[in-house]
């Protein structure tokens, strides 16, 4: 996901029209690189792990960067693109707002781990750990798509309609996951 949405995010800055975010487009490459070099000794069967300290450095970095690169400037005249990061980490927020709700919902700590993270859920509906992980990926792509269309686009009608698209696909997720389940 970090692969993703960090390469996706490089694509915004570099082509920004007009005024393209060079430092924070070579940072994005940079994370984008060392995760795909990670990824590579990540793949099932995984022989090493990130763990919670490489993850948490790894969204920080993102979550700061993508501050630093679209922050809105009077100036700007497209002002609905700084909605591009929240279509890019779409899938990421989603699975932490339903992860934190299921855990308070059951009376627990937000913080408190366990198997209910979208793609656990996943697994839980009966598809396996690669096409669970498959799917994740696949939304984060089809949102981060729709995220890089914020660009293209040149009015707040059309900006409306592509986040609309991104909350129908968010939508559709918590519907399957809320689809009740065989018991044998």
């Known amino acids: 996901i970090g692969l993703i949405t960090s390469t996706t995010l490089a694509v915004m800055m570099l082509t920004k ?3 393209p975010h060079w430092f924070v487009g070579g940072f994005f490459l940079i994370v984008a690189g060392s995760l795909m070099g990670f990824l590579c000794h990540n793949w099932s069967p995984a022989r090493i792990f990130m763990g919670d300290a490489g993850s948490y450095f790894i969204g920080f970095s993102i979550a700061c960067m993508t501050l630093l690169g ?12 700084i909605l591009a990061p929240l279509c890019v980490l779409a899938v990421p927020l989603y699975d932490i707002c339903s992860v934190v709700l299921i855990r308070l919902k059951e009376g627990r700590s937000p913080f408190q781990p366990d198997k209910k993270h979208f793609s656990h859920r996943l697994v839980a509906l009966g598809l396996t750990k690669e ?11 089809i949102t981060s798509l729709l995220g890089l269309t914020l660009y293209a686009v040149s009015t707040w009608n059309a900006a409306v309609i592509v ?3 991104v ?5 559709l997720i918590a519907i399957l996951e809320a689809a009740p389940r065989d018991q044998p």
């Open 17 to 19: 029209p007009g005024d």
């Open 167 to 171: 909350g129908c696909i968010l939508l």
């Open 131 to 141: 096409q669970a992980v498959l799917t994740v990926h696949l939304t984060t792509i």
């Open 163 to 165: 986040v609309a698209c």
């Open 70 to 81: 679209t922050f809105y400037t009077p100036a700007d005249e497209s002002q609905h693109v």
